[in-house]
């Protein structure tokens, strides 16, 4: 038996903004961009799917990682010194370069959103938008094991990216 995999396409519906224009120097994650301010620009077609989105305080985006080229499989993320598999860590060099990012939902404008906390490089194309719901994406009442990263959290805030996964 033979198994193939399908194609898969993308449209952007938007373009996210911020001040990261440079790969290097950027924060790593939401957590390093505290008060970072940027903004999405909708494709207009999209605009009425932002109908009752003003009463989140937070939003996930979702993105494509498009400066990436390639992956690799074995990685040393940016909080460490040892290569670990690309899955195990939030490495943009991944098979399909998608991100994710929990930002601050500041207001919407007609098709343009006001974020702060953001960790996303400017002219990034936006794949999705979904209201961050604490009930549904923070987990409670389980034990958490953070596997190699659970002595790292302390290094997130302050750490910055660097050329290592740019071609």
């Known amino acids: 038996m033979v198994l193939t995999m399908n194609s898969i396409a993308y449209n952007p519906i938007g373009t996210i903004y911020s001040p990261h224009k440079e790969l290097h120097g950027m924060p790593i994650q939401p957590v390093g961009a505290k008060g970072v301010k940027g903004r999405i620009e909708l494709n207009k077609e999209f605009e009425d799917g932002l109908k009752d989105l003003n009463g989140f305080s937070h939003i996930i985006l979702i993105y494509d990682l498009h400066l990436c080229n390639g992956h690799s499989l074995m990685v040393k993320p940016f909080l460490d010194k040892v290569e ?80 290592r996964f740019v071609d």
């Open 84 to 163: 670990r598999g690309i899955f195990a860590t939030r490495a943009p060099k991944r098979p399909n370069p998608i991100g994710i990012s929990v930002v601050r939902l500041e207001k919407i404008e007609g098709n343009i959103l006001y974020i702060s906390n953001v960790d996303i490089h400017d002219g990034t194309p936006l794949l999705d938008i979904k209201p961050y719901i604490p009930d549904f994406d923070a987990t409670k009442g389980e034990e958490l094991m953070l596997g190699w990263y659970a002595d790292k959290h302390h290094e997130a805030e302050g750490k910055r990216s660097d050329k």
